[in-house]
């Protein structure tokens, strides 16, 4: 399995940004695409974006469009969320994912808090 570690949560105001980054280690070949999840409180957990392995291939959720940039740096391991001009609407612990390839669980990441608030 993948072990993934977050960083870069924490407060800002509306409008502002931050960037997440997550590193990943151990069977980086078990998994096929890596992505951000959040989870606001009382809320499902949803996924805002995910990128291929070879970044070839880039999905986002219709609610960060236009907003987030997911990137990754396979020479580091590491998967990247740039987040522009946040909304309070956007408060959540954020996960990192690692897509297990088949007959592979998925892997997550312990969360880092971002809170939008003036």
């Known amino acids: 399995q993948v072990q993934l570690a977050e960083s870069g949560g924490g407060v800002v105001q509306p409008g502002g940004s931050l960037r997440l980054s997550c590193v990943a280690h151990?069977?980086?070949?078990?998994?096929?695409?890596m992505g951000w999840s959040r989870q606001a409180p009382g809320k499902q957990r949803e996924l805002v974006a995910a990128?291929?392995?070879?970044?070839?291939?880039?999905n986002y959720a219709d609610s960060v469009k236009g907003r987030f940039t997911i990137s990754r740096d396979n020479t580091k391991n590491t998967v990247y969320l740039q987040m522009n001009n946040l909304q309070p609407e956007d408060t959540a612990v954020y996960y990192c994912k690692g897509f297990g390839r088949i007959g592979r669980e998925d892997s997550w990441g312990k969360g880092t808090l971002v809170t939008v608030s003036s």
């Open positions: 990128i291929s392995n070879g970044g070839g291939t880039i």
């Open positions: 151990g069977s980086i070949d078990s998994i096929y695409a």
